[in-house]
């Protein structure tokens, strides 16, 4: 009886080293398929090893970021709900499950997914910048700056975080504030064309033309067709 147990146990062993190496395989080919792109064959991989190993976390995420890929948003966002079922500190599974929500159009569900992440990582910038920009879409200025105040504060030389707070600067007719931060941004980011158009802008729009069409024409010079028709109607300028 001891014997027969003991070879029973061998075997259950053995089983378990082969589908523990099996979902490991799973996993390392979903990886490989994903870094090159193939995100349905990665989701496959990825899949073959769930039905394995269905309470690892790590699978429903990486099959969430291969779908995520593939613009498949209800889809990616279940494998993330699933992360956070299985692992609830997961920040990076909130994180890119507001991403997904964002994208499919739930701003307000994108806004808590991004809040949850800065509950685990308060100094995730990211989820600021992003948190700020949704806000900023659903017309909420004031919030938006906040989120990009506390991310410059994590890092100060963020040029996303300074041209966004910019733009939501420029919204509420705070032309003196967006003129600061697209200063900073242009000794930062001298190439920045969208810097100069909308400093341009926040210039006429504050009785400064000269600076105004000194800005929007180097906008234009870079590239910025927006800046053609401002050229023509506040400064005169023939193509």
Known sequence: MVVRFFIAVLLIFSFEGIT???VQQYFSY?????????????????SMAISQNPENPTLYYCRGLS????????????????????????????FYRAKAKEQKGS????????????????????????????????????NAISDFDILLKIDSLSVKGLFNRSLAK???????????????LTEIDPTHDEAYYYRGLAFIRSGKLNNG?????????????????WLKDKCNVVD
């Open 30 to 46: 979903g990886l490989e398929k994903h870094n090159s792109k193939d995100y349905a064959g990665a989701i496959a991989d990825f």
């Open 107 to 142: 701003l307000m569900g994108a806004i808590t997914d991004y809040t949850e992440v800065l509950k685990i990582d308060p100094q995730h910038s990211e989820s600021y910048l992003l948190r700020g920009k949704v806000k900023y879409l659903q017309g909420d200025y004031i």
């Open 20 to 22: 523990a190496q099996s």
């Open 67 to 94: 779908r995520l890929e593939l613009k498949k948003y209800d889809e990616a966002i279940a494998d993330f709900s699933q992360t956070i079922d299985l692992s609830p500190f997961n920040h990076q599974a909130f």
């Open 170 to 184: 420029y919204a509420m007719l705070d032309f003196g504030g967006t003129i600061l931060d697209l200063d900073k």
């Open 213 to 229: 069409c000194a800005d929007l024409y180097k906008a234009q010079q870079m590239g910025d067709t927006r800046a053609n028709q």
